[in-house]
RNA sequence: GCGCCCGUAGCUCAAUGGAUAGAGCAUCGGACUUCGGAUCCGAGGGUUAGAGGUUCGACCCCUCUCGGGCGCGCCA
């Protein structure tokens, strides 16, 4: 499709330039799939002014210039200069495998791919979810078009949290439940030192904001709380052998449970490398700033300032180093850009995190700008995951657990598995319900514009009907089905001829395929792909409904196999591209 | 106070400069005695928050207003 596209486009500007001359006309004119027509070429309109030609002048000669292509049926001029392109039906039947040839646009090329990210000693809750599985439809995404991927879970594994934490493990641990469930105790023992410090603050009339306040400008009197975990934090930045272990243990019992819910999903990385792991570089990086005269000393701290004029908007400063020496996350995300480029010299580094660091990343790309990094840097922001009563904190306690999350989705699939299926075997049913529950969750999420706002509600988040994961599960499974029935008869694919209307839309539906997938890779919205193979899958339900494989005319019977296969074969690929697995029977 | 993001059918979402704004859910009405009804076909439902502007053409770009979310020097 791709190939025919451009083939059109070259034709149609070849001819215009013939007719006009060169100037302002593009090497090849965009054709693409519209509604109204297979293919559809809007540059008359858009070169009319430019070229003082009436547009319906520019578009009879593009339709000249397209019409004898083998693989053109009919070329006609509509409306105020359209170009509607219908294709040979043989050129359709023939050109079915192309569904299936991805251009390799990425080859040569590494990208790093920053997702999921969670933090140490903290469970990860539906917040989490989206960041993660985003980020690993794009790992897929990419590398099936030729990048070379590097997916990098850049943990919350450093920072002021950890002072907290280990005063918080002196006073409050419960032995036997850390010994139990060590995440839930290590949040609920964070949690109660923040309710601690809290009450601390109130006590000495500090005024308290409502969330994320920890190191607000300190009251004249800073909590004894605070004191404390601030001290535990410089032994801990010190490299205190105590503290340096308590530390390593929390990060360990975190990646254990991360390791299982990473699994459960399909997710994995190339490297885990965490904020710790940037911790020796952030000096030098500093200095490094400083020395360019990118950074600048402000009252005792390090910052970096960003003028319009400069760096092409103005922003408030961004702080690289704190009046006590201590450095900020703004920094390791400096030292982490200025190490992956050296390691792996990629010319895309992508960063999936919600929409909250917008601001943060503008600057870190501003600074990367100054310093000359040659890497496309793009922050893939994801609109936030909030409940309907309001946005969710793990300190208050009013998270969904992701495995909660998880569970109910395959309960809830597996009582319709059940209702549905009295035959199947107990443990298919339960491989179903993993499926279709996981897929479920995960289609929800990644089915919508990543900017969408998303409010959580559980019949939502776990629907099993229309729009998602499931329904493309089961026209996959229905195929299987067919291909199975018509095994016993002993009926093979064969040659794609004659085309019902129903066959070529889905033929159509085919062939979109790899504009789908390149569109996802350029752009970082795996909605598209859901939405094109929600459109395949619409496809071919049509044409179950409407046309009789088992039953056909043995050469018919034979080409819709051919199509049968095909759909399936897309269908499996194209859900695994978004980390999604089908079942045979459902 | 300054800034960023979002606003599309009752609800949840598509359409990222192209023609008459499309789906699902919900509502209503239909479908082959079934290659699997987690399906298909159809109906109703829209001043794309509002007002200006740019363009041959605007949900989309620009300006302002309204509404919602979020961010803004010593957290991450």
């Known amino acids: 499709m791709h190939a025919l596209l451009e083939e059109l486009g070259s034709a149609a500007s070849a001819a215009l330039v013939q007719s006009f001359g060169a100037e302002g006309i593009p090497a090849s004119l965009v054709f693409e799939p519209s509604p109204r027509a297979d293919a ?36 006609e001029v509509a409306g105020a200069g359209f170009v509607n392109v219908t294709l040979r039906d043989e050129w359709l039947a023939a050109h079915v495998d192309d569904a ?38 794009m790992k897929r995404v990419m590398r099936a ?55 601390q603050k109130l006590a000495l009339g500090a005024p308290v904001k409502e969330a ?20 535990e934090l410089v032994k801990l930045q010190a490299g205190d052998p105590e503290n340096v272990a308590l530390w390593k243990q929390f990060v360990d019992v975190s990646m254990a449970e991360f390791e299982r819910t990473y699994k459960r999903l399909g997710v994995s990385f190339d490297e885990v490398l965490g ?59 400096i030292a982490a850009m200025r190490y992956r480029m050296g390691r792996w010299s990629p010319s895309r580094i992508l960063i999936v995190t919600d929409e909250r660091q917008q601001l943060h990343f503008r600057q870190l790309f501003a600074v990367a700008r100054r310093l000359g990094v040659p890497a496309k840097l793009e922050h893939v922001w994801f609109g936030l995951m909030r409940l309907p009563e309001g946005t969710f904190s793990t300190r208050d306690g009013n998270v969904i657990a992701l495995e909660s999350l998880l569970d109910e989705a395959e309960q809830r699939a597996e009582a319709v598995a ?45 629907s099993l009907q229309g729009n998602t994961a499931p329904y493309l599960q089961y026209a996959y499974a229905r195929i299987r089905s067919i291909q199975r029935k018509v095994a016993e008869l002993g009926a093979v694919p064969g040659p794609v001829g004659a085309l019902e209307p129903a066959e070529r839309a889905l033929v159509l539906a085919l062939l979109k395929f790899p504009l789908a997938v390149e569109d996802v890779a350029r752009t970082a919205r795996p909605h598209a792909l859901c939405d094109y193979l929600y459109e395949l899958a619409g496809a071919f339900s049509t044409f179950y409904n409407e046309l009789p494989v088992k039953d056909a005319e043995p050469a018919v019977r034979a080409a819709r196999l051919t199509l049968c296969e095909r759909v399936a074969t897309v269908l499996r690929r194209g859900l695994d591209l978004l980390g999604i697995e089908v079942v045979e029977r459902m």
């Open 40 to 75: 559809q070429c809007n540059a008359a309109m858009q070169l009319a002014r430019g070229l003082k030609r009436p547009p319906r002048d520019l578009a009879v000669a593009i339709v000249g210039a397209v019409a004898s292509h083998p693989a053109v049926a009919k070329a």
């Open 418 to 462: 059940r209702s549905l299926n009295a035959d199947l075997p107990d443990a298919e049913v339960k491989e179903v319900a993993r499926v279709v529950g996981l897929g479920s969750v995960k289609y929800n999420d990644l089915s919508k514009d990543r900017t969408t706002l998303v409010t959580f509600t559980w019949d939502k988040a776990l």
């Open 212 to 231: 994320d306040d920890d190191d607000a400008p300190l009251p004249a009197q800073a909590p004894e709380l605070l004191l404390a975990a601030r001290a």
């Open 275 to 333: 904020e710790s792991f940037y911790n020796d570089m952030l000096a030098a990086t500093v200095d490094e700033l400083l020395e360019k005269g990118i950074a600048e000393h402000s009252q005792g701290a390090v910052v970096v300032t960003f003028t319009k004029e400069r760096d092409g908007e103005a922003m408030p400063p961004m702080l690289v180093r704190k009046a006590d020496g201590g450095f900020l996350y703004g920094t390791s995300d």
């Open 145 to 199: 078009v030729g990048y070379t991927v590097v997916a990098d879970n850049h943990l919350g594994d450093w920072g002021t949290q950890f002072g907290k934490l280990i005063v918080a493990w002196h006073r409050y641990l419960d032995r036997a439940a850390y010994e139990r469930d060590p995440v839930g105790e290590l949040l609920r023992i964070y949690v109660k030192y923040s309710d601690e410090e809290k009450a």
């Open 100 to 137: 299936l040839a991805l251009r390799p646009v990425g080859a040569g090329q590494t990208v790093v791919l920053d997702y999921s990210s969670p933090n140490v000693a903290k469970p990860m809750h539906i917040g989490h979810i989206r960041s993660t599985i985003l980020g690993e439809a």
